[in-house]
Nanobody
Framework: QVQLVESGGGSVQAGGSLRLSCSAS????????MGWVRQAPGKEREGVVF???????AYSDSAKGRFTASKDNAENTLYLQMDSLKPEDTAMYYC????????????????????????WGKGILVTISS
């Protein structure tokens, strides 16, 4: 069974940084997509960033320029470096993955829409104070 486990969350003041990690077990390193989705209280889930099987990375407009996703293929781990954090970044962050065909597309509103995502971590809380 595919298992995704997040770590690295916490509380930081606005302007600070956090680095999230997602360890994937029993999940292939190719022909798959991995990324991060977040959900704030009372709001819908929104895509933050996804890396497709071809290594193409897509960010939501809110994450672009501040967040950076990377992968350690040897350890099968996905990272999210978050800098210049804002209070509106406060949310539960979920690691997510799926099989090809899968990926993500930025729509006109700047939101990141993902597809083909099947597996989810339990989530990790990120809280940004002003």
């Amino acid at each position: 069974q595919v298992q995704l486990v997040e770590s690295g969350g916490g509380s930081v003041q606005a302007g600070g940084s956090l680095r999230l990690s997602c360890s994937a077990s029993r999940f292939p390193r190719s022909s798959s997509c991995m990324g991060w989705v977040r959900q704030a209280p009372g709001k819908e889930r929104e895509g933050v960033v996804f890396i497709d099987s071809g290594g193409i990375t897509a960010y939501s407009d809110s994450a672009k320029g501040r967040f950076t996703a990377s992968k350690d293929n040897a350890e099968n781990t996905l990272y999210l470096q978050m800098d210049s954090l804002k209070p509106e970044d406060t949310a539960m962050y979920y690691c997510a993955a799926g099989w090809a065909p899968c990926g993500a597309v930025v729509v006109g509103s700047g939101a990141l829409t993902y597809y083909g995502i099947r597996y989810w971590g339990k989530g990790i809380l990120v809280t940004i104070s002003s």
